[in-house]
């Protein structure tokens, strides 16, 4: 878990949210070299788009949150994902026409817009579905144990091995005694007063 203004967040959550502002960032660099050939970086740096493209990706990560597209259960649903991607898209364009129309010195040069949306799209669909791959990775996975063994315990823990969309890594479960074969799948890591010495061992937050 990685701590942002006194809120804890899954650190692939937030690995997900970066990847995503540098993947729209290079749609709309691939757009601009579309459109400008050569020119591109003449473009970029004396009509100051690089700022325009900043705009944009911003409205795009706001809506992308709007959308709880960085919700665990999205991403591993891809038609809902896909269509919720749509969804952030079109929501985008709305919203940037509005501030064109407001700013007209803030719109993007040479209808780089629709380009951006058709590589932009392509590439959030495809980055996710490899995101998806790499989430399901030992590295990213939060380590977690429970504490206690009663029924709650085993019905929680038999929904945190079902759900892998949920990035917890159950580790074991801390009680007095081992139980019974309920936990059979899952080791006895010891009593709750060694619960300190545990998480600081296992690296466990």
């Known amino acids: 878990m990685i701590r942002v203004f006194h809120v804890y967040f899954p650190g692939r959550t ?12 290079l749609a709309m660099l691939a757009a601009t070299i579309i459109v400008f050939g050569a020119d591109a970086s003449l473009i970029l740096g004396y009509e100051e788009e690089l700022r325009k493209i900043l705009l ?17 259960v ?24 509005i501030v064109y129309y407001v700013y007209p010195e803030a719109q993007l040069s040479g209808g780089l817009l629709l380009i951006w949306v058709f590589l ?4 959030l669909i495809v980055w996710r579905r490899l995101f998806l791959a790499i989430n399901r990775s030992a590295h990213l996975m939060q380590k977690t144990l ?3 063994a009663g029924p709650l315990a085993a019905r929680l823990a038999d929904e945190i091995t079902s759900r892998p969309e ?5 580790t074991g479960y801390v009680e007095q005694e081992p139980a ?26």
């Open 74 to 97: 999205t991403l591993y649903h891809p038609a809902q994902m896909a269509a919720r991607v749509v969804q952030v898209l079109g929501t985008a364009c709305v919203i940037l026409a």
């Open 180 to 205: 019974s074969s309920e936990f059979r799948h899952l080791p006895h890591l010891g009593s709750v007063d060694e619960l300190p010495a545990l998480l600081e061992d296992r690296g466990i937050q």
């Open 14 to 25: 937030l690995l997900l949210a970066l990847s995503e502002a540098l993947v729209v960032v």
């Open 120 to 123: 932009a799209g392509t590439s």
């Open 56 to 72: 944009v990706a911003g409205v795009c990560m706001v809506c992308m949150h709007y959308y709880d597209l960085y919700s665990a």
């Open 146 to 148: 429970l504490l206690g």
């Open 166 to 170: 949920l990035g917890l890594n159950l």
